[in-house]
């Protein structure tokens, strides 16, 4: 089964061949319902960069568990860093897609907006299966400051900064950006403990812990 994240996205086919009559192998037919190549190799290369990390992972290993060949990689994929940036745009779409839908439900109060969002993250934490940021463990892993995925990256945390003091602003706190650089510390930290300490160590309290700094900046403004 091929996992993005923690959703269920794919599963893989049976590739067993049926035996013709006379006992020869029969040609597969082509199954409008099998992924094509490219999907293949993306789905299966998400779950394994999100769940085994990015440099553990080869061209080898994603083109075998997409059961197709290294050519057919490079051909839907320049490289192996072009794929890792793919994969982070890609989670980087689905993220924001979650958060407006979630902002859309309460598009007049902004506190219920945050409340909101970390009520999304202390689920996400607290499930056992969840391997952290896939973002924050990507920028770990990539030092290099040219590789693709670095811009997708810090574009995609420089816009949770920016929406984050969007709304402190909007809630009326006078140091909206102070609120809003304690809110994303919190986020990151919350899923970065998730690999040290578990799903039952300080990301449990995630939301709580939002919700103290919010009251206390709202004390204050």
Known sequence: MI?????????????????KSDGQSAPRKPDANRPSARERIFDTASQLFYLKGIRAVGVETIAAEADTTKMSLYRNFPSKDELVAEWLRDHDVNFWQTWDAMASRHPKDPRRQLKAAFALLARHVA??????????????????????????????????????????NQMGVREHGLLADHLFLLMEGAQVTTHTLGVRGPARNVARAAETLINAHLGAA
Do not use: F, W, Y
């Open 3 to 19: 996992l993005t994240g923690n959703s269920l996205v794919n599963q893989r086919l049976d590739m067993t061949k049926k035996p």
């Open 127 to 168: 499930d056992p299966k969840a391997r952290g940021c896939p973002m924050a463990n990507a920028a770990v892993e990539l030092t290099e400051k040219d590789h693709p995925a670095r811009k997708v990256i810090e574009a995609h945390k420089t816009k949770l900064r920016t929406r984050l003091a969007q709304i402190c």
